[in-house]
Every structure is written in C-alpha cells, then in structure tokens.
Nanobody, 114 residues
Framework: QVQVVESGGGLVQAGGSLSLSCLAS????????MGWYRQAPGNQRELVAT??????TNYADSVKGRFTISRDNFKTVSLQMNSLKPEDSSVYYCKAVIGIGEYWGQGTQVTVSS
C-alpha cells in the first residue's frame, strides 16, 4: 500500500521562507513523477510545481522565481518557498504518480501573515 506523507509548513511572516518535504512509501515505488498542489478555502486545488524522473520541472506562474521543487531521491520531493506572500496561504498537498495511479498526501497548512 502506498502512503504519501507531507511534513513542514506552519506560520511565517510575509517575505519569509518555509520548506516542505514529502515521502512516498509502500510496496509500489515505480514513481513517474511527484508534485505539489495547494487548495485554499473556497478554491479549487491548483498546481504549484511538479518534477518528473528526468528532473524536468514545471511551476505555476504565481510561484516562479520564488519556489523551488527538488527531488531528493526517487521517493522524496521538497519544496523550498521563499519570499512568501499572504496569498500563498493554503493547504499544500503532495502527489506521487505511481504506475497509472495518483496518490495524495493529507496536506500541510501554510499560513503567511501580512
């Protein structure tokens, strides 16, 4: 059974930094890619950043130049968030694409105060 677990997050002032980590574990680890998404109350879940097995990254326009996604090893992914803004406040979710399935973590709260 695959499990995806996020860590990090918390409360930070605008302009500050936070780092999120995600670990995928379980029997099946033929991971094709991993990524971070976020969802604020009343909003749809949106892409933040993704990274595939070749290291190719994709970022939402709103976070380009401020956030960096990295693959620490084949089953972990991190998101370094700098120059945070109040509008970055959200629940951040990690997704692992394993085989033909998608596996999500339970999310971690990021709150940026103005």
């Amino acid at each position: 059974q695959v499990q995806v677990v996020e860590s990090g997050g918390g409360l930070v002032q605008a302009g500050g930094s936070l780092s999120l980590s995600c670990l995928a574990s379980g029997m099946r680890l033929d991971i094709n890619g991993m990524g971070w998404y976020r969802q604020a109350p009343g909003n749809q879940r949106e892409l933040v950043a993704t990274i595939d097995n070749a290291g190719t990254t994709n970022y939402a326009d709103s976070v380009k130049g401020r956030f960096t996604i990295s693959r620490d090893n084949f089953k972990t992914v991190s998101l370094q968030m700098n120059s945070l803004k109040p509008e970055d406040s959200s629940v951040y979710y990690c997704k692992a694409v394993i085989g033909i399935g998608e596996y999500w973590g339970q999310g971690t709260q990021v709150t940026v105060s103005s």
